[in-house]
Antibody, heavy 119, light 107 residues
Framework: EEQLVQSGAEVKKPGDSLKISCKGL????????VGWVRQMPGKGLEWMGI????????RYSQTFQGQVTISADKSISTAYLHWSTLKASDTAMYYC????????????WGQGTLVTVSS | SSELTQDPTVSVALGQTVRITCQGD??????GNWYQQKPGQAPRVVIY???NRPSGIPDRFSGSSSGDTASLTITGAQAEDEADYYC??????????FGGGTKLTVL
């Protein structure tokens, strides 16, 4: 069974850095795309970016370009979402999901990682 | 950039049929996908690539597409179908877009 398992909730201060993770289980992580999606409290889903685990080809939403870094380590079947400088407005639930490139489908979702940024 | 437009709220009487729509230019080139999200849960795909259902999704869920509009139809809505529903697609540049979401209430 395909699964994505995300790292646990984080509480950080403005200006901190953070990297959250998403581990793929039960499928060929290397030959797949993984996407990240933000959901701010009480709001809808926002696409952040996608990465192809095989060669780390990455595509970002214009909204998130330069704000976060998406990476992957295929040797341990794990994708990452990294912030160098967190802001209070980064407080949100973050989901990773497997991404089927042609139909643009997010097929299997992680359980989500809640990031809280507060002074 | 691409946008997808959904009605914010839709309601349906128990056992009746409801259609949720999603409109945007990217849907002229790529079929839409639909996700269901219940409170406190991660989203899950209910329809992908126009009208394909993942295993485990009841056959009362179906999808269709015409022009720049994708639709999700629930035939015989059940209480457990009350949720937020999001559409998404990709565009020619490979970017991904989500609709704003529709809150479905089952009366």
């Amino acid at each position: 069974e395909e699964q994505l398992v995300q790292s646990g909730a984080e509480v950080k201060k403005p200006g901190d850095s953070l990297k959250i993770s998403c581990k793929g289980l039960g499928y060929s992580f290397t030959n797949s795309w993984v996407g990240w999606v933000r959901q701010m409290p009480g709001k809808g889903l926002e696409w952040m970016g996608i990465i192809y685990a095989g060669d780390s080809e990455t595509r970002y939403s214009q909204t998130f370009q330069g704000q976060v870094t998406i990476s992957a380590d295929k040797s341990i079947s794990t994708a990452y979402l990294h912030w160098s400088t967190l802001k209070a407005s980064d407080t949100a639930m973050y989901y990773c999901a497997t991404y089927d490139y042609v139909p643009g489908t997010f097929s299997v979702w992680g359980q989500g990682t809640l990031v809280t940024v507060s002074s | 950039s691409s946008e997808l437009t959904q009605d914010p709220t839709v309601s349906v009487a128990l056992g009746q049929t409801v259609r949720i729509t999603c409109q945007g230019d990217s849907l002229r080139s790529y079929y839409g996908n639909w996700y269901q999200q219940k409170p406190g849960q991660a989203p899950r795909v209910v329809i992908y690539d126009k009208n394909n259902r993942p295993s485990g999704i009841p056959d009362r869920f179906s999808g269709s597409s015409s022009g720049d509009t994708a639709s999700l139809t629930i035939t015989g809505a059940q209480a457990e179908d009350e949720a937020d529903y999001y559409c998404n697609s990709r565009d020619r540049s490979g970017n991904v877009v989500f609709g704003g979401g529709t809150k479905l209430t089952v009366l």
